[in-house]
Nanobody, 124 residues
Framework: VQLQASGGGWVQAGDSLRLACTTS????????TGWFRQAPGKGREFLAG????????AYSDSVKGRFTISRDKAANTVYLQMTGLNVEDTGVYYC??????????????????WGQGTLVTVSS
């Protein structure tokens, strides 16, 4: 399965942005699609995840209440709606697939397919 992340760009603090992650084919319902962020000089940080049915999701504390993950099954696309962006949200955003049933959604090591990343730059 190939993933294509898009929607990044340059915004000002307080702005909103929506990222999209499109897969080349439909994935099983137990697969989790996760969004991660890699800030300059830092490791990949889990932001949000959603299962294949769209009925379950999870967020990191750093984005809870500001970011919303959703899925359009017909379009094989997962969205990350980001609001209230701040400078600390700057980084490359990646989407990825975790095929492990009952796995740890926040563990980047469990994700075996990754998109190419899309850059988000937030200026003050």
């Amino acid at each position: 399965v190939q993933l294509q992340a898009s929607g990044g760009g340059w915004v000002q603090a307080g702005d909103s942005l929506r990222l999209a992650c499109t897969t080349s084919q439909r994935t099983p319902s137990h697969f989790v699609t996760g969004w991660f962020r890699q800030a300059p000089g830092k490791g990949r940080e889990f932001l949000a995840g959603i299962n294949g049915s769209g009925g379950s999701n999870a967020y990191s504390d750093s984005v809870k209440g500001r970011f919303t993950i959703s899925r359009d099954k017909a379009a094989n696309t997962v969205y990350l709606q980001m609001t209230g962006l701040n400078v600390e949200d700057t980084g490359v955003y990646y989407c990825a697939l975790n095929p492990r049933m009952g796995g740890d959604w926040a563990n980047a090591g469990e994700y075996d397919s990754w998109g190419q990343g899309t850059l988000v730059t937030v200026s003050s």
